[in-house]
């Protein structure tokens, strides 16, 4: 099994993704009336001071972290870049993070500030192979430990990353920075106003806008999702709790500033993003990603079919015994052939078969080594083309620990590196209740003063309409330089994804309030950067 040791490493990033001929690709129109006039009306509304509050697209996160560049092209800023072309101000204040690369994470070692701490990721290519890959920059963890050194009573833009949307309702996402407080945001803390004494929903309500832009519960899906449901990373979305904050974050808006009108958006639908939906597009889907030639293979195969026997007759045993259902025990069937095989997952929704075995060895119906063969198995199942492998899953797809472990092949990947089809479904009833949430809220509280910029189906529907044209210029659904509209993490825009996401949010204003905000030009703005030439 030691061929499969970097098979993904560098098959799922392969160089012909990136070869983008334009000429011949059938190019589509944009769903949108795409540029505007360079000056407009505010209508009903008054941009003359603009203010937002939302997560990681609206701080600006770009290729994995809030960095200098990504905080230049926020969501926030670009709506500002419009809205002064029709009677809104120029300056818009941002917690400026001064950081070239920012801080995704401490890296392998787990300890911040070390050499191997991980900033925003970026396109490489290998000068021996041609192979594309994404890389890390130096993280830089100071960046986020540094206080916000400009003035924090003259902010415009309260959004920070890694967020859920209990944090803007209390004063403790400001600190202290402890173990017993899980409210606390280092993003936050490092431009908060107040000593932790006023929630950032406080603070963005006392900053005295004439106009807001608020895209609230956005972050909670984000974070779990990317983490591949994996709660002991993020907590899943709990809708009716989302529900009840939302209506009490906009209540306190509309109440405590009952003059100013803003625009809010609805919870996209992410799973249609990149990262989520690249591997499939790529490499294989999840049912058949892991290649197994009849010939070359054929001892892998044995072993694999060995496992399979064992495993199977365990899952005949307990149904036999009522412990677990047929359609369950049908359903974790494992099988290995020649040709395209699953990847082998964890599924936390299943039986734990792991208590059932030892029910099994305690009436002598398995030695104890059967069952200590068996432990890692505990959960698995074949992937079915109804999961998702993200992106992420490509550090692990493939890679052998020792000659027998190869993660989703003998290993089942765990639940970081999966959405498994019963935490879609979750996923989305979930979304579909907060977003009914979020139009009924502004239904019952400020349907005159407040739009709304109905996000469900957005990225599907641009994904169905790439490549298209917009400006006479290209734009793709990918992180593919020089046209795409994400940036290198897949999940986040780069500043030409940012225009179009801005756009969505004028057109809303503009029906709600008869203003004729302009739309920005996205393909004025940056796309992604080509590759970095690497051994």
Known sequence: MKKFKSIFLTAVLSLVFFACEQEVAELNPFPSSGGGSSSGSSGSADFSKFVTIGGSYTSGLMDGTLNNSGQMYSLGKMINNQLQLAGGSSTFNQPDINSENGYLGPGPDGIPGTADDQGRTYLTISASTGAIGISFTQGDAASVATPYSGDKSALNNFAFPNSVMGMYLTPAAGGPNVAQNPAYNAFFARFDASSATVSPLGQFIGSGGSFFMSWLGFS??????????????????????????????????????????GVVGTVPDLLALPYFQFIAATVAKPSGIIPLHPVDDAATIGLLQTLAAGFNQTLAGLSGFGYITSTEAAARQLSWSGGANAALINDESLTDLGPLWDALVAGSLMDAATRAQLEPYRLARMATDNDILPLAAQQVLGVAVTPTIVWGVTAPLTDEYVLTATELYEFEVARATVNAAITGAVAALGSDRVAVADFDGYFQTLGGASPFVLNNSVITYDFAPPTGMFSTDGIHPNARGYSLIANKFIDAINEKFGASVPHGNPTSYPGPAFPVTVD
């Open 220 to 261: 909670d899906f984000v974070a779990y999702s990317a983490r591949g449901g994996d709660e002991a990373q993020a907590p899943k979305p709990n809708a009716t709790e989302l529900g009840t904050y939302y209506q009490q974050a906009l209540g306190a808006m509309l109440t405590m500033n009952p003059v100013w009108k």
